[in-house]
């Protein structure tokens, strides 16, 4: 595990549930959306996790607390792409298999990330590709 920041917030966050509840219970601000927004690239996925259209998305940026639902989703999300990204070891590969075709999952991992069981579902897969269980 990796330790600092990813997406303005702790790796921890992403590894350790309790410290993922905390961050939640805590608030994630308006600016990690931003973040996850402009290193992801995927807007849309966000905008639909945010419960938004692409015209009023944008002032999620200026808030200072996201709900807790917001907040988790949001962060649920970022953990799929951290995980990627640990996995393959290439913040590059890792965004080009979260939005590839991949035949285990019958889909592109992306179009799961809109929902928490999907959001599993790809984890799982990711850990199955660090086991060796997938290529």
């Known amino acids: 595990m ?11 966050v992403f590894h350790n549930s309790l410290t993922f509840i905390q961050k939640v219970r805590q ?10 927004v402009e290193e992801t690239g995927k807007r849309d996925l966000f905008v639909v996790l ?4 692409s015209s009023h998305f944008s002032r999620f940026y200026k808030k200072n607390r996201l709900n807790n639902l917001q907040g988790e989703q949001i962060l649920d999300t ?11 070891e290439d ?5 080009e298999w979260i939005s590839s075709p991949i035949a285990a999952l019958g889909c592109k991992p992306i179009d799961l990330c809109t929902t928490f069981e999907g959001r599993r579902l790809v ?3 990711l850990a199955k590709i660090e086991r060796g269980e997938f290529s």
């Open 78 to 88: 970022l953990r799929v792409f951290v995980l990627a990204r640990e996995v393959f």
């Open 27 to 36: 608030g994630v601000p308006g600016n990690v959306l931003r973040t996850a």
């Open 123 to 125: 984890c799982n897969t």
């Open 50 to 53: 945010m419960g938004s259209n």
């Open 2 to 12: 990796t330790s600092g920041k990813v997406f303005g917030i702790e790796t921890e």
């Open 91 to 95: 913040k590059d590969i890792a965004h």
